[in-house]
C-alpha cells in the first residue's frame, strides 16, 4: 500500500478557497482506479494548514493520479503555500489492526 500526503499553509485571507481546491479533488480521487482513500484534514492549532491523504494499490498508480489535469489543478495552490508545500509519499505494510490495540490495552505497562 502507498500513502501520499501533500500539506500546504495557506496564505491568509486563501484558506476556503484551497480548501474548496482540495474539497473538489475528493471525491473524483476516491472514485480513480487504485485509490483506496482520500481524506482533507485541517489542523486544529493552525486553521491554515491543510493536509491531503491519500491510499494506492500501488506507487503505479500514485504516479498516474499526480500526472492527472484535476491534480495538476492543485500545483499553483501548492506554490502559494506560506511554507515550502510538504510531499511525503510512502510505501506502507499494515502490521495489524484493533488487535495490536486490545492486546496493548490488556498488558501491563512496562
Known amino acids: 500500500m502507498i500513502q501520499a500526503f501533500v500539506r500546504i499553509v495557506a496564505p491568509s485571507g486563501k484558506v ?3 480548501q474548496g481546491i482540495f474539497r473538489g479533488l475528493k471525491g473524483p480521487t476516491d472514485a ?3 485509490c483506496r ?3 482533507i484534514y485541517r489542523d486544529m ?5 491543510i493536509t491531503c491523504w491519500t491510499s494506492w494499490d500501488s506507487q503505479e498508480e500514485i504516479e498516474e493520479y499526480f500526472r492527472t489535469e484535476r491534480f495538476r489543478r492543485l ?3 501548492m506554490e502559494m503555500s506560506v511554507e515550502p ?4 509519499v510512502c510505501d506502507v ?4 489492526g484493533i488487535e495490536i490495540l486490545v492486546a496493548a490495552i490488556g498488558s501491563q505497562p512496562r
Request: some cysteine; proline content about 12%; charged content about 30%.
Open 16 to 18: 476556503e478557497e484551497i
Open 93 to 96: 505494510t499494515p502490521v495489524g
Open 75 to 77: 500545483l499553483p495552490y
Open 85 to 88: 508545500p510538504e510531499v511525503n
Open 45 to 49: 492549532d493552525d486553521d491554515g494548514v
Open 32 to 34: 480513480t482506479k487504485g
Open 37 to 39: 482513500g482520500c481524506r
